[in-house]
């Protein structure tokens, strides 16, 4: 959408919408509506916070504020199109990428000349300012702490009004994970020093005891003894390895020229290695930049940033593109994060976080550092989080996946369509064998989802369709 009210901000504003549930555009029509005047800034679309242009003057420069809400002024227009006072594809692209955070010089000199001195600064100087920065982030009202899902509450309104505005019973779309899984789970370990180095096998065994295989993030340049050696060792016992910054000094996206020149040592030490993830050093990222990374996916933003160094979070429990490069968000709170900073000796936040991820059926990813799990209470909070994670497992439908699994899953489910002959809907292309078909429905107003067939084939599911003359005018045209 232009400021004159002209033509909206994306060629197609179904595009997101469609992505995430893999459904016949048929059912996704939407129209962002051209008249002025336009404003832009925070606004809500029910229980979603977005940001972005909209046809109205109610937008916000504050995210504290109590917001204008969008959905009254959506409606079926003549057509049968939804008409949307702003453009969802836009908005959906702004909190995935960050695009709402503004950084004022300040922040920037304050980070960089906190990097400058971290090296000096005792442990206890560096959680004091860990604590206030997190106090501070705390009384934002968005993104909302301990899991903001403003990108799923995004698409599930726009369900609902798509349900409203067809007529239609259900919806059909393919599930989110393999198999009908009701979500995924993704253990990740960052090994930031030699003490982290020299404890992997501990490590390792311990997440073996449980059943569990991880991900480990080495660092390439500066930062252990024996990288050759610690990459043949994990790889041998089954383990998933990925690039974890070049050297962790905290300035990797300092400057576009400098992110230039240690991308390509970053790529070549992925080339050389075989590793197709790729993680910042305390999670520090730019979106922006992410095609100067030769990764199949990147696993350094955060869904709510409040507990690190770099504010924001990309307000989505969803694994989503950034162009050609896959982010796998980090959705619940580090190791780091319980142990120092809120010193919390429970797994009660862990729990919290699991649940509201599960209710969106997203991606449950931690971050354990080898390094922080050395002392007997830190392995035993651990521990009982792996006790969990296995009770998960026997209780819930859960799909605990390598990073690399996961990345492959997603871009096949990119690519798989679902069809219809008139009287089935089947789902094809590679990785339907997996797929399963699925259903969008309104209870009570509000959209809940059922899986057609969790022991069938997938890819030639029968289940019956609308007629279309149900569909009315919401027919392809």
């Not at 901000?9 to 008249?35: G, H």
């Not at 990374?293 to 593109?321: A, I, R």
């Not at 968000?329 to 862990?350: A, C, E, K, N, V």
Request: aromatic residues 12%.
């Amino acid at each position: 959408m232009s400021k004159n009210g002209g033509q909206p901000a994306t060629a197609n504003p179904a595009r997101a919408f469609l992505d995430y549930f893999r459904c016949p555009s048929q059912f996704a029509r939407f129209r962002v509506a051209s008249e002025a005047p336009v404003s832009k800034g925070f606004f809500r679309f029910g229980p979603a916070v977005c940001f972005g242009d909209i046809a109205a003057r109610s937008a916000s420069n504050s995210r504290n504020k109590v917001l204008f809400d969008a959905l009254p002024g959506t409606a079926p227009c003549l057509s049968g199109e939804i008409c949307l006072p702003f453009d969802p594809d836009e908005a959906v692209k702004n909190l995935r990428l960050e695009r709402y955070v503004s950084t004022p010089r300040r922040e920037i000199f304050l980070h960089s000349y906190y990097y400058f001195l971290r090296p000096i600064l005792p442990l206890a100087i560096r959680k004091r300012l860990q604590r206030l920065v997190f106090r501070r982030r705390r009384r934002y009202m968005f993104p909302a702490w301990p899991v903001d899902c403003s990108v799923e509450d995004i698409f599930e309104q726009l369900m609902a009004l798509t349900l409203q505005a067809s007529g239609v019973r259900e919806i059909p779309f393919i599930w989110f994970w393999p198999d009908g899984q009701d979500g995924a789970l993704m253990m990740t370990h960052d090994v930031e020093k030699q003490n982290g180095a020299d404890h992997c096998d501990f490590l390792m065994d311990l997440d073996d005891s449980y059943g569990i295989k991880a991900a480990f993030q080495l660092i390439p340049e500066e930062a252990y003894e024996g990288f050759d050696g610690l990459v043949s060792e994990i790889r041998a016992r089954g383990f998933e390895l990925n690039i974890h910054d070049l050297d962790h000094d905290g300035r990797l996206y300092e400057h576009k020229e400098l992110f230039e020149q240690r991308a390509g040592k970053i790529n070549e030490y992925g080339r050389q290695y075989g590793m197709e993830g790729f993680r910042a050093g305390s999670m520090h990222r730019n979106q922006e930049w992410f095609n100067m990374l030769n990764f199949q996916y990147d696993m350094s933003v955060p869904t709510v940033s409040h507990l690190e160094p770099q504010k924001g979070g990309c307000c989505t429990v969803t694994p989503y593109f950034v162009d050609n490069v896959l982010e796998l968000p980090l959705t619940t709170i580090q190791d780091h994060g319980m142990f120092y900073i809120l010193s919390d000796r429970s797994i009660d936040l862990w729990k919290q976080q699991i649940e509201m991820i599960l209710a969106h059926h997203g991606l449950i990813s931690f971050i354990v550092h080898p390094d922080y799990i050395t002392r007997p209470a830190e392995c035993e909070q651990y521990r009982e989080l792996l006790e969990h994670i296995r009770s998960l497992r026997e209780t819930r439908s859960i799909w605990i996946a390598l990073p690399g699994e996961i990345n492959r899953w997603w871009r096949e489910r990119s690519q798989l369509q679902l069809v219809s002959d008139g009287h089935d809907w089947q789902i094809r292309g590679r990785g339907s064998d997996r797929a399963r078909l699925a259903f969008a429905t309104l209870v009570k107003g509000k959209v809940t989802y059922r899986i057609a067939d969790r022991l069938g084939a997938g890819a030639n599911t029968n289940v019956p369709i609308a007629p279309p003359e149900e569909f009315g005018s919401n027919q392809p045209r």
